[in-house]
């Protein structure tokens, strides 16, 4: 029985168990990769959160505030423009699966090709974005990757192009609520949002649980548009986090102590702060979730 | 039950081990730098040295060419030249591949960034005892070249070829502007600047005279403030930007010439022209967009591939008008070349290591072929170099006393600098309202991040 299941657990612990504990403890340390690590006890820890007289990390608030907003306003968007487009995925009686397709293939463009389309998409001068909004009179197209309060919207956008995986998770689940329960609410006199607040909501619970669940996950490891966006935007000797910090978000971060600075140990620590802060975040989700998420199998 | 336990057991213990060996091996294998008792082109044993380098394309081509120049003058020697494509990841690889001891022989490497930790960390070995035995000095390169291969006093590396940053003006709208030369100080700059600005009547711009972004191609707010004289650490390595005036001139400086355009329209500018379009044919210099442009000696070869027709000139970068001796000078860097901790030739790769970085045939031939600067004091005045007169004072500025890698080498690579940029995006962009309380926050957290790598 073990020696079936060695093959996972080697792989285990030389790619996952072993880094995860030599990175907890390199985040004890000061590691430049090259040298030997140098035990250090807290101070990294200390610099993070700025006590004890080692200074404060100046980007580490700015990076959570700013990766928390990705969540914050992300997250909801998604769930909700994800709804909504699977129900009216559901509603046409032909071509169902031509419709479904169109929407779902935004989700197949790399990450990088489709940040590099919405760079030159939202160019305030040359983008066709901005040329529509130009010629509206009246209206002051917003500057998009080029001013910190529109670059964050802008990566949100882009963003919301690319929720077919949602949408089909939601198409599942639109499809999935009995019947029956339509129909018995149809006796009782219900119009069509009490129809949507009093079943396809609370049956739709577990899949927007999930969709939450893994776009929070997703939402603390935010890295590859933001990288793309805010390097491609503004050039080749781009500063991090362009323009102005606004998006600089964690893993960004943790990125650059690690691969731009070589601070190793401070980057383990960056990370393994990110790890707990992600599993108290789903822990918490998962402990309300029995108030508001209802399964199918409790029904009867 | 439990039999499976040891099979179990044992299998991990080898997967540990050889992950233990993958990570730990950089310990044992060194063999010391310049060790060598007898003179290295003594042996003549065939050898086959391994060189790892990032050239792509035709100028791999023209490079492995030269290596066989290399091997018709010490015949015993066979290089096995390793082209690595993605030269942003190829010290990475480099590092990797020398602690897990499986580095090559000799490195060529196109950026001098990691030198602090190369020479610092005995990743890369002292030379200076192979250059003594040869007679090779540093002096017979530019006295910039010390600043990005010599780090804690160590000599670990070597340069071959390199980068070096000047002006380039329109001549075309210089004329219609009744400019008759170059600007030679930080005013007169300016002063042309405005003068060769064209603006839409909505105040947005249709030609810049010279944009002072810190992202617009190649320009950093250091380019500018070193032009001032800056330093950047003191002698006991703090940062000194609150206390060196010379940024805060700079910045100002900047700041004056953002606000003639309006930082709206050169921001706008920037999206339209800079960016991806840098290093491509609709660049804003050669598209006639901006006038003059802070740029590296490269542009000279793009422009007569790309617009042969343009009519531009190349000079000096402008100095601050209270240092004119500064004129002239500017920042440098480029291409090193370096024998590895654990090669398993370092004898021989000494002689590669110096062909590289000296033979005069090499250099000229790069720097006609490639387009970089030559390194070598006697090259620059060859007369086997054919290269435009536009490329002239770029070679000059490489020789110049006060030209330097900059901001310089530390042992945490070149990001040790981002306060400074996030500081001037803020600038820029008018949202500082205390220049000297923000550059004293900056110097703080330099030092502070810095200290994160800090060695006993």
């Known amino acids: 029985m073990l020696l079936l299941l060695s093959p996972w657990i080697i792989g285990f612990c030389v790619f996952t168990a072993v880094p995860m504990v030599l990175s907890l403890y390199y985040s004890f340390t000061h590691y430049d990769i090259l040298t030997t690590p140098r035990w250090v006890g807290l101070d990294n820890y200390r610099y993070m959160f700025g006590v004890g007289g080692l200074g404060q990390d100046p980007n580490f608030w700015l990076s959570v505030k700013n990766t928390l907003w990705i969540i914050v306003f992300g997250v909801p968007l998604r769930i909700f423009f994800g709804i909504i487009t699977a129900m009216l995925l559901v509603r046409p009686k032909r071509g169902n699966n031509v419709y479904r397709t169109l929407f779902f293939m935004p989700s197949m463009a790399p990450k990088v090709g489709a940040a590099l389309v919405f760079v030159y998409l939202f160019n305030p001068v040359t983008g066709p974005i901005n040329r529509v909004l130009d010629s509206i009179p009246g209206v002051t197209a917003p500057l998009w990757f080029y001013d910190p309060s529109w670059a964050k919207p802008a990566l949100l956008i882009m963003g919301l192009w690319g929720i077919g995986d949602a949408i089909v998770i939601y198409t599942a689940g639109l499809l999935d609520v009995p019947r029956q329960l339509y129909e018995a609410i149809a006796i009782e006199g219900a119009n069509r949002w009490q129809r949507f607040r009093y079943v396809t909501l609370p049956m739709l619970t577990p899949v927007i649980f999930f969709t939450l669940i893994i776009g929070v996950i997703d939402g603390f490891q935010y890295f590859d548009q933001a990288f793309v966006a805010g390097n491609t935007a503004s050039g080749q000797s781009s500063t991090l986090g362009n323009p102005q910090g606004s998006l600089l978000f964690y893993s960004l971060w943790i990125y650059q102590q690690a691969f731009v600075d070589f601070h190793m140990g401070y980057a383990s620590a960056l990370a393994w702060v990110l790890f707990v802060a992600t599993m108290c975040v789903t822990a918490v989700l998962l402990l309300t979730s029995r108030r508001w998420v209802h399964y199918h199998g409790n029904l009867s | 039950m439990r039999s499976q336990w040891r099979a179990l057991c044992a299998l991990l213990a080898l997967a540990l081990v050889a992950l233990a060996a993958g990570c730990g091996g950089s310990s044992g294998s060194s063999s010391s730098g310049g060790g060598g008792t007898a003179a290295p082109s ?415």
């Open chain 2, 42 to 456: 003594e042996d003549k044993t065939p050898v086959t040295l391994t060189l790892w380098h990032p050239w792509t394309g035709d100028e791999k081509k023209i490079f492995e060419a030269q290596l066989k120049t290399f091997e018709a003058q010490y015949p015993w020697i066979t290089v096995k030249a390793v082209g690595y494509p993605d030269s942003d990841t190829f010290d990475d690889q480099v590092i990797k591949a020398i602690k897990g001891g499986n580095g090559p022989d000799a490195v060529l490497s196109f950026g001098p960034d990691y030198d602090g930790q190369y020479c610092s960390s005995g990743l890369m070995q002292e030379l200076s005892s192979y250059m003594d035995q040869d007679g090779v000095s540093i002096d017979q390169f530019a006295p910039a070249a010390i600043t990005y291969t010599q780090f804690d006093d160590k000599q670990c590396m070597l340069p071959s070829l390199t980068d070096s940053f000047g002006l380039y003006y329109n001549k075309d709208m210089f004329a219609k502007a009744g400019i008759t030369s170059p600007p030679k100080t930080m005013t007169e700059l300016m002063d042309d600047a405005k003068k060769l600005t064209v603006k839409n009547s909505d105040g947005t711009i249709k030609v810049a005279g010279f944009v002072p972004l810190q992202d617009f191609e190649q320009l950093g707010i250091y380019d500018l403030a070193r032009m001032w004289g800056a330093k950047f650490f003191d002698d006991n390595g703090d940062p000194v930007l609150s206390s060196d005036p010379a940024w805060a001139s700079a910045l100002q400086w900047q700041k004056q010439m953002i606000d003639y355009y309006g930082y709206d329209n050169i921001i706008k500018f920037n999206a339209a022209y800079g960016g991806d379009n840098e290093f491509s044919a609709s660049n804003a210099f050669e598209t006639g967009k901006v006038a003059m442009m802070f740029d590296g000696e490269w542009r000279t070869a793009f422009i007569k591939r790309e617009h042969p027709e343009l009519n531009y000139g190349t000079a000096f970068f402008p100095a601050a008008d209270d240092h004119p001796d500064l004129y002239g000078s500017q920042r440098v860097g480029g291409t090193v070349v370096g024998i590895p901790q654990g090669s398993k030739h370092p004898d021989q790769a000494w002689l590669l290591v110096k062909f590289l970085s000296t033979d005069p045939g090499y250099i000229t031939t790069m720097a006609n072929q490639v387009g970089n600067v030559p390194t070598t004091v006697d090259t620059a005045t060859s007369p086997d170099l054919k290269l435009p007169p536009t490329f002239q004072p770029f070679i000059d500025v490489w020789q110049n006393k006060d030209s330097s890698f900059f901001p310089p080498l530390t042992t945490a690579g070149r990001g040790y600098f981002l306060p400074l940029q996030q500081f001037v995006d803020k600038w820029q962009a008018g949202n500082v309202s205390d220049l000297q309380s923000g550059l004293e926050q900056v110097d703080e957290q330099i030092k502070n991040n810095l200290a994160l790598g800090d060695q006993p």
